[in-house]
């Protein structure tokens, strides 16, 4: 069975702080994982990373693949208040069509 | 601008009662998914479509159906709601094999 697995599920840290959020998965025909934060509304796409060991960076946020070990990190460094969300990590996997599977996301509170 | 839009936004039904939740997309997306979302479990797959007259099972599909008759639309159907169906609906599309992008949710309640 195909499984997307993140941890930790919650975590509060202070404004500033450099935080690590971890994502693991075992699913057949790989194709990509995907990143995703979810603030009072819908999702929305932060990084899609298919190649492992290169890097993807947008501002303070930052992302990399390691297929050999199946999981994937995402870093924010000195993080705000208006980074407080759930980060969702995804894989898109098929061949041909293809379809996502969520993990149970990360809720990250970030204290002023 | 192309967008993603759902409706209602929010719906308070009673159990046992036929409820359709609407999506419509102008991004002229082949594929599009229908999510629920419910605490500890994130988001969870009920149906998807890979172009008209496409439709497929997720994980979660019993108690749902949808139908897909334009690269629009992909209306999502209880047949008959139960409690645990209470939740928050995401409608999606993308290109194959790219990004979801999502509605604004549905939050529908059943009692």
């Known amino acids: 069975e195909d499984k997307v697995v993140q941890s930790p599920l919650s975590l509060v840290v202070h404004e500033g702080d450099t935080v690590t959020l971890n994502c693991s998965y075992e699913?057949?025909?790989?194709?990509?994982l995907l990143w995703y934060k979810q603030e009072k509304k819908a999702p929305t796409f932060l990084f899609m990373l298919?190649?492992?060991?290169i890097e993807k960076k947008s501002g303070r946020l930052s992302s990399i693949l390691d297929k050999k070990e199946l999981s994937s990190i995402l870093n924010i460094t000195a993080t705000q208040t208006g980074d407080s969300a759930i980060y969702l990590c995804a894989v898109e996997k098929g061949t041909g069509g293809f379809k996502t599977i969520f993990g149970a996301g990360t809720r990250l509170f970030v204290k002023a | 601008d192309a967008e993603i839009t759902q409706s209602p936004r929010h719906k308070i039904t009673e159990t046992g009662r036929q409820v359709t939740l609407a999506c419509h997309q102008t991004?002229?997306?082949?594929?599009m998914f229908w999510y629920r979302q419910d605490l500890g479990h994130g988001l969870r797959l009920i149906h998807y479509?890979?172009?008209?007259?496409?439709?497929n099972k997720g994980e979660v599909s019993d108690g749902y159906s949808v139908s897909r008759s334009n690269t629009e639309d992909l209306p999502l159907t209880l047949e008959s709601a139960a409690s645990s169906q209470t939740s928050v609906y995401f409608c999606?599309?993308?290109?194959?094999?790219?990004?979801?992008?999502f509605g604004e949710g549905s939050r529908l309640t059943v009692l």
């Open positions: 298919t190649s492992s060991g």
């Open positions: 999606a599309s993308s290109e194959p094999a790219g990004e979801l992008f």
């Open positions: 699913v057949t025909n790989f194709r990509s």
């Open positions: 991004w002229n997306h082949n594929n």
């Open positions: 479509s890979y172009g008209v007259q496409d439709t």
